[in-house]
């Protein structure tokens, strides 16, 4: 009896514990509202370097960003790392992994990595970390931004309560519960 009360408390605590109340429409297809791409606009003309080490770049995050993109819709599953069922730095861990960056598996872990950037300054592929237990402020919830649009910071993680979505920082709950923002690329 205790080991199974120990393993739900352990389940509680370090889930990516991301319930919040929400309204679903009676439709159950799912549509993913960002797409990556492989080109990038440029409003300036930079030098030829520049260009070619921020294609480089560009390149490999757009390629982790579609990797995890490729798993929208998939359920929540706790502990998960698959198309049967991931949760929050499950997803990353796999969408980094498949191009050789490895990652902590734990978010808490994941927090630790790259170098911390303000909010103003986030980039596609940049990790953001958020903390939704009522009580504390430990990370316990990551997602990676995949599009900036109009000020408006779009990211992919794998809530508990709808799966692997694309969210806005925009939403009351994710802008509250948003702890910090790292680069590890």
Request: proline share 1%.
């Amino acid at each position: 009896m205790r080991k199974f009360l120990a393993l739900v408390l352990l389940f509680t605590v370090a889930s990516c514990g991301t319930k919040k109340k929400t309204t679903y429409s009676t439709s159950k297809s799912r549509t993913v509202s960002v797409n990556a791409t492989s080109t990038e606009r440029r409003s300036a003309r930079p030098t030829v370097a520049s260009r070619k080490a921020e294609k480089t770049s560009n390149s490999k995050v757009d390629n982790i960003i579609n990797t995890a993109l490729q798993y929208s819709g998939v359920r929540y599953k706790f502990g998960g790392t698959t198309k049967k069922g991931m949760d929050c730095s499950g997803l990353l861990y796999v969408a980094f992994g498949e191009h050789d960056v490895q990652l902590p598996r734990v978010s808490r872990n994941m927090a630790e990595e790259g170098r911390r950037v303000r909010v103003k300054d986030v980039e596609k592929g940049d990790l953001l970390f958020f903390s939704t237990q009522k009580r504390g402020r430990g990370i316990n919830h990551v997602g990676m931004v995949v599009a900036i649009e109009d000020d408006e910071i779009k990211f992919i993680h794998s809530s508990s309560s709808r799966g692997v979505i694309v969210s806005s920082l925009r939403e009351g709950y994710w802008n509250y519960a948003f702890v910090k923002a790292t680069r590890v690329l």
